[in-house]
């Protein structure tokens, strides 16, 4: 059974920097497509970054340049290190896996099969 458990979130100021975690349990080798996602209140969830199999890793666009998404595959944990962080980045932030070792095959959230159950991160100006 494949369990996803984030951890990292809490409260900072804006241009504060937090690191998120994501310890996966059940899938071995992290040899697949995994992501970070994001829900505010009243809005649906949206993409934040994915990391490929091969560490290729692709941002949307609010999160370039500040934010970095990597994997230790030692460790089975995924990471979001958020930097310049501003009041819009407030939400629930998820990860994800996909059953693909590319991204490029898993574009939308419903293409990913396995969710965390989040960690809320909330900026304060």
């Known amino acids: 059974q494949v369990q996803l458990v984030e951890s990292g979130g809490g409260s900072v100021q804006a241009g504060g920097s937090l690191r998120l975690s994501c310890v996966v349990s059940?899938?071995?080798?992290?040899?697949?497509?995994m992501g970070w996602f994001r829900q505010a209140p009243g809005k649906e969830r949206e993409g934040v970054a994915r990391?490929?199999?091969?560490?290729?890793?692709t941002y949307t666009d609010h999160a370039k340049g500040r934010f970095t998404v990597s994997k230790d595959s030692a460790k089975n944990t995924l990471y979001l290190r958020m930097n310049a962080l501003k009041p819009e980045d407030t939400a629930m932030y998820y990860c994800?896996?996909?059953?693909?070792?590319?991204?490029?095959?898993?574009?939308?959230?419903?293409?990913?099969?396995?969710w965390g159950q989040g960690t809320q991160v909330t900026v304060s100006s």
């Open positions: 059940g899938y071995t080798g992290m040899g697949f497509c």
């Open positions: 990391i490929s199999k091969d560490g290729t890793t």
């Open positions: 994800a896996a996909a059953g693909f070792s590319s991204c490029r095959y898993a574009p939308r959230p419903t293409d990913f099969a396995h």
